[in-house]
């Protein structure tokens, strides 16, 4: 990949070397999900729970998912179980799709895990201590001394935040190596019992992945920048988890897309000034595609044409959302297609807050 945007203008001091991004893998789980196979199960499963399940059903057909995958079988759903039963799957199923994402994103970046220097961890969709990356460290042979960062609460933003801080983390100690992974099971957060509105919708949203990303300041590849967040005043409601003594449930309000249109283009040029850019450097933009109707409304906002999010929407069909991993997917199938300037990653998450991170070519 060759962009003509350089370094010398992209914010980086003189002197400090660049975090490059020397490799990146994606992972699935094994079960795979038609989006119409889901709406029949979920229709047996929850009419009787929640009266306007038929009104909502349409909706199943206008995600923009044509498939998915999860962590566990369609069969699984009609007795989801307690938190231990939910944690437990997610503690096997999490660990497995990490060391997976990991072994492609090392494969990538041509480095040994036992190369590696420091991990950061993203995942909001199940709790376990020992973290995730402890979990993994045997199994991927990595050091006894690797400094691991797990990090919990970030959501959907979390590919793009965890990355920003896995970024400082390079730049902070030059030469080293980092490992920053995304994963979730988002699925395992189905509430049977007493759904609402909103586990009805992520229901029809929702899938499971992970992906990881190598980083260092030495070797090849395209360079990150620093990332940055705007959290919006008074919107802790708009998304996020209530907790339930059958799991997560979902916070999802429906107001997001139509606040997109009219908030997220200010937060945009806010945050590109303060990283010393301009919007008109940006070439594309890559956002977490959390719905149709969210993509839709991000290309509003940004004055983008209809289809100018053409991966977001491609990776939205093929794998639904799947909170954190997913603006990763986006950024892999944008980089294999070698598109050409400068890239700015954005992803939202609970807060309400956006963050982005920009991306430069080789130099």
Request: hydrophobic letters at 45%; charged letters at 20%; one cysteine or more.
């Amino acid at each position: 990949m060759n962009l003509p945007l350089s370094l010398a203008t992209a914010g980086f001091p003189l002197g400090e070397p660049p975090v490059r991004l020397r490799g990146i893998g994606t992972a699935v789980p094994p079960y795979r999900f038609a989006q119409a196979d889901v709406a029949e199960v979920a229709g047996g499963l929850l009419r009787d729970r929640f009266p306007d399940f038929d009104r909502l059903a349409a909706s199943f057909r206008n995600t923009g998912i044509e498939t998915r995958y999860s962590v566990a079988p369609l069969e699984w759903f009609a007795r989801p179980g307690g938190w231990r039963d939910r944690m437990a799957l997610f503690q096997q199923a999490a660990t497995a799709l990490l060391c997976e994402a990991v072994q492609r994103a090392l494969v990538a970046a041509e480095l040994d895990a036992s190369e590696i220097d420091t991990v950061v961890t993203v995942s909001t969709t199940g709790i376990v201590t020992p973290t995730l990356d402890a979990l993994a460290l045997d199994r991927l042979g990595l050091r006894r001394d690797v400094q691991r960062v797990p990090l919990f609460g970030l959501g959907c933003a979390g590919g793009v935040s965890g990355l920003s801080v896995a970024q400082r983390l390079a730049a902070s100690r030059p030469g080293s190596n980092v490992l920053f992974v995304a994963v979730e099971t988002c699925t395992l957060a189905f509430r049977r019992e007493r759904p609402r509105k909103a586990d009805v919708i992520a229901t029809m949203l929702f899938g499971d992945g992970a992906a990881a990303v190598c980083l260092s300041t030495s070797g090849t590849g395209v360079v990150l920048g620093s990332g940055t967040e705007f959290t919006w005043p008074e919107t802790l409601r708009i998304m996020g988890w209530d907790i339930h003594d059958d799991g997560f449930g979902v916070v999802f309000d429906r107001s997001i897309p139509a606040f997109l249109c009219t908030h997220f283009a200010p937060a945009v040029e806010a945050g590109l000034d303060g990283l010393g850019l301009a919007r008109s450097g940006i070439a594309r933009f890559v956002c977490h595609p959390g719905g149709a109707k969210v993509v839709q409304a991000l290309e509003y906002a940004l004055e983008l044409p209809d289809g100018t999010l053409d991966h977001e929407r491609e990776v939205l069909r093929h794998y639904g959302n799947m909170s954190s991993p997913t603006v990763l997917f986006v950024l892999k199938q944008v980089l294999d297609a070698s598109r050409q300037g400068a890239l700015l990653l954005t992803a939202l998450g609970p807060g309400f807050t956006a963050a982005m991170l920009p991306v430069y070519g080789n130099a």
